[in-house]
């Protein structure tokens, strides 16, 4: 809003579209250069003038009630807002508004459909599947407060042909009574010894796609073998997410679209799409030089890619979308390259709509993590340990606070959560359990915790809230704060419109610092006539960072 203030004087001044200059206007560096800056170096070169002299006239001449200065430092114009005013004008907003402060209507009337977390059913949940369902929540929810509906789906891994090894495994050395009681694990170390052994005896791949082939085709014993695998792992899954405390509006996995290829497979017949290739059938996409999309093999049996094209039509008729997102690794970049395309060449305008959200992968020793070699950090004993960690440290400190168990999930989860969103989206991240573990520095505890003692001061001062009043005092000390607030808005709508919630993880550190630094330096409670402006304040913090945190899918307690 002041952006675009100082944007119309600039705009004015130069005889040039207001839509122009707003774009060139920064953030300075440093607070004490005034909230935004103008950069008279282009302008220079088109006058042919010094950008001093040019920042110096502009800086004489232009004036306007929400600044309070506007001055001319080396080839910049410096504006600084009334901070009295803005001041006062934000925490009223915020007052007002609470929650829904910096939410806008930009997507109203939209749908977007997320894929989500999609882990693979008779596997561990790993910590890609971790980075996906936490990032997607995230996004989702940034996209929910621009207004969009949004359509979460774990589109759950559970058909391909290595159900079929998996099967053919579980025949040669399964043992009914040990996959019962510990269903993943067994699970696993089956499809494991599966591609030990199959490195040795070949016959072997040739019996697991023959069991893939009748799970396809409807064979009664692979399918009650696979519903019972499947059974078990939604319901561990499941643990997980209420952990975490997502929901999804649909579990439509891979085998949800079985009686959807075919129809999808006669399209690209008819459009005249499919090439034969080694026998298999494929769309060729020489022209984007890139490897051709397989739609099925020789032995008629459908890919992942066959599934993924049913899947983003089905959505398209079932969901009318704007936007078709899916929160999945980057190292699945060609796969969603090439699923854009095919729909392209189908004649589906709404191709466009497609994104693949990639994300960096999780590595250990520089390498990624593989379930194939057993190798795997699980994720509930993280988030087990996390939430152990939290309660330890509550009966350390706090004994008597109510709720503790509560308190201590939300906690520990919130460290899991905030350590993972915090780095850029596309970045690989090291694993460390440490550091997920961590609660101070830079981690969701120390926001939540920041937050904590926010409210406790508000439960102590709450007869002087509601005056957003805010004095010289007052808009001077507490300006790191108040200019953080000011721009949340902002904020939330960069991160939605990158789809990168790390924006707001560092953002609630950069508030929940601001705010401790106030904390040190000013008796916030102390009984003079700039207490209310003070709890104000507060007051405003409390709510902004809640809803930071609300954002990364973390809760805030009141107290821990
Ligand atoms: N289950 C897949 C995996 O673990 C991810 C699925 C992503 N979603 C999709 N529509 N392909 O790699």
């Known amino acids: 809003m002041y952006k675009s203030s100082a944007a119309d004087l600039l705009a004015k001044a130069l005889n040039k579209p207001a839509e122009e200059t707003i774009k060139q206007i920064e953030r300075p560096k440093q607070l004490q250069h005034g909230d935004y800056a103008f950069p008279c170096f282009a302008l220079a070169k088109e006058k042919r003038q010094s950008p001093q002299t040019i920042a110096a006239e502009l800086a004489a001449e232009l004036s306007h009630e929400a600044f309070s200065a506007i001055t001319a430092v080396g080839g910049y114009v410096n504006f600084t807002l009334d901070k009295k005013l803005a001041g006062s004008r934000v925490l009223k907003d915020i007052h007002q508004q609470r929650a829904a402060y910096g ?170 799409l499919l090439s034969l290739s080694e026998g298999a059938q494929v769309v060729r996409l020489d022209e984007y030089d890139l490897p051709p999309s397989l739609i099925k093999k020789k032995d008629g049996a459908t890919l992942y890619a066959t599934r993924d094209l049913a899947a983003a039509i089905y959505r398209k008729e079932t969901y009318q979308f704007s936007k078709s997102l899916y929160v999945v690794g980057h190292e699945q970049r060609l796969h969603f390259q090439q699923l854009k395309i095919v729909l392209n060449k189908m004649g589906y305008d709404w191709a466009e709509g497609i994104n693949h959200i990639p994300f960096g992968m999780v590595l250990q020793d520089g390498k990624k993590m593989s379930t194939r070699k057993g190798k795997l950090v699980l994720l509930d004993k993280v988030l087990e340990q996390a939430i152990q960690l939290a309660a330890t440290n509550i009966a350390e400190k706090n004994p008597n606070l109510p709720d503790k168990e509560e308190v201590a999930r939300q906690v520990g989860v919130g460290a899991v959560l905030f350590h993972d969103l915090k780095h850029e989206r596309i970045h690989d991240i090291e694993f460390s359990l440490e550091d997920m573990l961590r609660v101070e520095g830079e981690t969701g505890p120390y926001v939540q915790y920041t937050h904590a003692r926010a409210c406790t001061l508000l439960a102590k001062g709450s007869e002087f809230a509601g005056s957003s009043e805010v004095d010289e005092e007052t808009g001077a000390a507490a300006w790191p704060i108040l200019s953080l607030l000011l721009q949340f808005p902002d904020t939330v709508g960069n991160a939605a419109i990158n789809y990168d919630p790390s924006r707001i993880a560092k953002y609630v550190i950069d508030l929940a610092q601001a705010f401790n630094s106030y904390y040190g330096k000013v008796r916030i409670l102390e009984e003079d006539d700039k207490l209310g402006a003070r709890v104000a304040v507060v007051e405003a913090v409390a709510s902004v960072l809640e809803e930071g945190l609300r954002l990364l899918g973390i809760r805030a307690p009141r107290q821990m």
């Open 103 to 272: 939410s806008t209507a930009i997507g109203k009337g939209q749908t977007v459909a997320i894929d989500l977390s999609s882990p693979n059913i008779a596997k561990p949940f790993s910590m890609g599947h971790l980075r996906s369902t936490v990032i997607g929540n995230s996004i989702s929810l940034l996209l929910e407060k621009q207004g969009y509906g949004v359509v979460r789906i774990n589109h759950v891994g559970d058909w391909g042909t290595q159900f079929g090894k998996l099967i053919c495994a579980y025949e040669k050395w399964g043992e009914e009574e040990k996959v019962r009681a510990n269903t993943i694990p067994e699970l696993l170390k089956l499809y494991v010894r599966f591609h030990e052994e199959a490195a040795q005896d070949e016959q072997l791949e040739q019996e697991g796609r023959d069991w893939f082939r009748k799970l396809e085709q409807g064979d009664a014993y692979a399918n009650k073998l696979w519903s019972w695998f499947r059974d078990v792992s939604m319901e561990e899954f499941g643990r997980v997410y209420e952990l975490m405390g997502v929901h999804f509006d649909s579990d439509a996995g891979e085998a949800f679209y079985n009686d959807k290829m075919e129809r999808v497979v006669e399209e690209l017949e008819q459009k005249e």
